[in-house]
Antibody, heavy 119, light 112 residues
């Protein structure tokens, strides 16, 4: 069974940094592109970043470029998102999602981890 | 970036009736490989989005055949036949032709 489990969220002050993790199981992690998506309260999802199976290629949405770093550890089946200079607008549930192999897209999503930026 | 526009933004449907949601993208979603990377997702309150339909009309694993997708190019439709109570929530269209992947505003479905 494909499983993705995010962790690392919490309450943080503006200007702070946070590292999110996504631990996966049930599939060969190193075969898949992986994605981070966030969803602010009451809003739709927004794509943030994606990373290639071997971790050598990363792509970011313009809105977060320079503040977020996506990375992965294939030996530990774990995806990461390092976030810096957080603002209240970064308050959201952060999801990791698995990229598909046979077509361009995402198929499985984790349950998400809530990040709240507040003073 | 590609902009996705959904209509309607809310829908009230009686149990057993049909529902239809439309989505238009700001450009064609036909990729250079000839495939169209357009998807529908469903999100229940407090849950993550779940993939329903990919490449316009392919139902994802475990999705009932009450759900069907159609369309081409930049105009797409999701139809739900015989709406059930478990279908409530928000439906999102999503393009995965190019990054950043983009989502529609969402259509909230409730039971009348």
């Amino acid at each position: 069974e494909v499983q993705l489990l995010e962790s690392g969220g919490g309450s943080i002050q503006p200007g702070g940094s946070l590292r999110l993790s996504c631990s996966v199981s049930g599939f060969i992690f190193s075969n898949h592109w992986m994605h981070w998506v966030r969803q602010a309260p009451g809003e739709g999802p927004v794509s943030l970043a994606e990373i290639s199976p071997d971790g050598t290629r990363t792509v970011y949405a313009d809105s977060v470029k320079g503040r977020l770093i996506i990375s992965r550890d294939n030996a530990k089946n774990t995806l990461f998102l390092q976030m810096a200079s957080l603002g209240v607008e970064d308050t959201a549930v952060y999801y990791c999602a698995r990229g598909t192999v046979d077509w361009k897209g995402t198929d499985y999503w984790g349950q998400g981890t809530l990040v709240t930026v507040t003073s | 970036d590609i902009v996705m526009t959904q209509t309607p933004l809310s829908l009230s449907v009686a149990l057993g009736q049909s529902a239809s949601i439309s989505c238009r993208s700001g450009q064609s979603l036909v990729h250079s490989d000839g495939r169209t990377y357009f998807n529908w997702l469903h999100q229940r309150p407090g849950q993550p989005p779940r993939l329903l339909i990919y490449e316009i009309s392919n139902r994802f694993s475990g999705v009932p055949d009450r759900f069907s997708g159609s369309g081409a190019g930049a105009d797409f439709t999701l139809k739900i036949s015989r709406v059930e109570a478990e279908d409530v929530g928000t439906y999102y269209c999503m393009q995965t032709k190019q990054y950043p992947h983009a989502f529609g505003q969402g259509t909230k479905l409730e039971i009348k």
